[in-house]
């Protein structure tokens, strides 16, 4: 409007509209074109999350009747390992009787097992991401008799649980099932 | 300063259609050059250098590697093997990667103690920054390659920094590796960000420049150049100084090569890839030493990631933290003492990262961290008030050649 030939001719009826009319175009194709773009950009970024063959993998079977009470065994799932200790009664018990606030990130004990005696936990230290110690009847198992991560110094309790140094969380539970008696599928 | 009348008929014919060699005779030729510059401005021609040598030991590595999960670890013992020369090849850019860092790091220093990121150079100072982030990110993805532990269990740490990020850095994590966790999707594309990234760093290397030679350089004085009594022509005066640094470089440079090419290595990396091991001492390259203390000094997970990454960014805000108008440390009793405090804090902070954060190292760590922000954000704005510069000399050529009057008259001579 500032234009002084648009004011002259905007007296004419129905140019009022011819304007508005093109604002709308204008902002039409505009969203149009940012959301087609948008969806362009997609395909580029999520290409990068993981594959169909990557998450085929996810779900792993293994078989524990041969772990003996107070061992531990180590597999393979989704590329990381996966902790499997069959916990002696101690444990159980020193686990189970641990205050909520004693805990950085409170979770009962019952809510991370399915059956006492089996603990399973994804053995990522939830710091970043180091491998704990612990497995090996050799390995130091830190200040709670579960398990210690040399890399900056975080200590685990027998239910997985983090204790003491800079890891925010829980060893992780991931999802599982008893096929049977001996028999568990992780994932 | 018109360009010469070039007498070769090619050069000539070519120049008037694509003035490429009057760019370089200006540019290169008779650009005007501080006559006081000293040996630590022959750095950023040293570091371009560096550059080069990267880009051409990288393309013929890429040539013979495998960038596959089962392969890489097998493909790079084949190049330290088998491979005619892949031994110093490989050598060559292993080596590279440090040195261009130690260029680089003097380099920055130098733009610190003489007040380079100052006006009217800001943005020159911001490109160098983010040059050296990229050439972080470049030598970061590029340990990961050769698929060892150290470079299995880095990748696995340096990514899971992201994870600290409430709500979304879970998913970016995975959304990095390409899986949950770090492997062969990782590895591929690492090894195209690799080779990418380097080219990236040439494209903001020349914006550099451009900048650079906008402004001009600063000098040891830290004050302007007045006329061409202040300054000599870049060839010879500067190409001869740069090449006699050059020489030196590449003798220092050749005695790593040759006769401790494993000197900045972790023998760990001689150890394939192993997902269900971690090595009991995790410690990254020298030159990302003082960063991880940052980190690990820091209880807090998200807070050490911050403070980490903070002491990078806080470079973009040095134009306005440092409030003194006077650039060269030269003339500044206070910051000059400051200035080598703050060089001890970082190779302190460098000694404690590469140390276990136990004890005696996490107290120093700590306390070495605080000073790295405190130095920036407190003392560096307080200075300014307070500190009382020494007078300034009015000219460049008037202390160097005792006195205004004999620089014309030696001026006036030589025209
Ligand atoms: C910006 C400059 C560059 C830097 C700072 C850099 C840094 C690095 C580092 C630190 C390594 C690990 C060396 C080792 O431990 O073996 C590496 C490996 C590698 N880089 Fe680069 N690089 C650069 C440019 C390039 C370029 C342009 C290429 C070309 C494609 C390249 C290709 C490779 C390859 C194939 C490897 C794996 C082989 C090996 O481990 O020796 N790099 N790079
Ligand atoms: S990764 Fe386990 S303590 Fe840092």
Redesign the pocket.
């Known amino acids: 409007m500032a234009n002084p030939a648009h004011s002259a001719t905007s007296a004419a009826p129905g140019h009022d509209e011819g304007e508005t009319r093109r604002d709308f175009l204008f902002l039409a194709t505009a969203a149009f074109g940012a959301v087609g773009l948008g969806s362009a950009i997609w395909p580029f970024i999520d290409q990068m999350n993981p594959s169909a063959d990557v998450l085929a993998l996810a779900t792993t079977e293994v078989d524990i009747s041969p772990i003996a009470e107070g061992q531990s065994i180590t597999v393979k799932w989704r590329g990381k390992p996966v902790f499997i200790r069959r916990r002696t009664q101690a444990e159980i018990e020193q686990a189970a009787k641990v205050q909520d606030s004693e805990l950085p990130d409170r979770q009962a004990d019952a809510s991370r097992v399915k059956k006492p005696e089996w603990l399973i936990v994804v053995g990522v230290c939830t710091h970043l991401g180091c491998v704990p110690l612990g497995q090996k009847v050799t390995d130091p198992r830190g200040d709670y008799g579960g398990w210690f991560c040399p890399c900056h110094g975080s200590h685990y309790d027998t239910s997985g649980r983090i204790r003491k140094g800079p890891a925010p969380k829980n060893l992780d539970v991931p999802d599982y099932v008893f096929l049977s008696d001996t028999n568990v599928r992780i994932g | 300063m018109n360009a010469p009348e070039w007498k070769n008929p090619v050069v000539r014919w070519i120049d008037f259609r694509l003035p490429i060699f009057s760019f370089v005779y200006h540019e290169l030729g008779v650009y005007p050059a501080p006559r006081n510059l000293n040996y630590f401005w022959t750095f950023g021609s040293l570091a371009g250098i560096v ?1 080069v040598i ?2 051409a030991s ?2 013929v ?2 040539f013979n ?1 495998t960038p596959h999960a089962t392969m890489a670890f097998d493909s ?1 013992e084949r ?1 330290m093997r088998d491979v005619n020369w892949g031994w110093l090849l ?1 050598y060559i ?2 080596n ?2 440090s040195a ?1 860092f130690i260029v680089v790091y003097i380099h920055m220093f130098r733009g610190l103690y003489y007040g380079s990121y100052k006006y009217p150079r800001e943005i020159l100072w911001f490109l160098g920054v983010i040059i050296l982030l990229l ?1 972080m990110a ?2 970061f993805m ?2 990961v ?2 698929w060892g532990q150290m470079s299995f269990w880095g990748a696995t740490v340096i990514t899971n920094l992201f994870s600290a990020f409430p709500l979304v850095g879970e998913s970016i994590v995975t959304w990095l590796w390409g899986g949950y966790s770090v492997d062969n999707p990782t590895l591929n594309r690492f ?1 195209a960000l ?2 990418l ?3 990236v ?1 040439v494209g903001a290397a020349a914006v550099h420049l451009w900048a650079l030679h906008v402004q001009k350089s600063n000098n040891p004085m830290g004050i302007d150049t007045k006329g061409p009594q202040d300054t000599v022509p870049f060839h010879p005066y500067m190409t001869v100084k740069d090449l006699f640094s050059l020489s030196v470089f590449l003798t220092v440079f050749s005695m790593f090569v040759f006769f401790a090419p494993n000197f900045f ?1 972790e023998p760990d ?1 001689y150890i394939p890839a192993n997902p269900l091991v971690t090595p009991p001492h995790i410690v990254p ?1 020298w030159y990302f030493l003082p960063y991880y203390a940052i980190l690990r000094s820091i209880p807090d997970k998200l807070i050490g990631v911050l403070a980490m990454f903070g002491s990078i960014f806080v470079l973009f805000l040095l134009p306005w933290l440092d409030t003194s108008r006077v650039r060269s440390g030269t003339f500044r009793p206070a910051y000059k003492k400051l200035f080598w405090v703050f060089v001890v804090d970082c190779i302190v902070l460098g000694y404690v990262g590469a140390n276990p954060p136990e004890g005696y190292f996490l107290i120093l760590g700590r306390l070495a961290t605080i000073y790295y922000f405190f130095h920036f954000i407190i003392l560096l704005p307080l200075l300014g008030w307070f500190e009382r510069p020494l007078p300034l000399p009015t000219s460049i050529s008037q202390p160097v050649l005792g006195g205004r009057t004999a620089a014309t008259a030696r001026h006036m001579e030589k025209a």
């Open positions: 550059l990267m880009l990288g393309i590595l890429a590697y790079v190049i490989r850019h292993m590279g990667g261009f050439m470049t030598a590029g340990y390659l050769p090894f690799h080779y990234l380097a080219f760093i290595g990396n390259e």
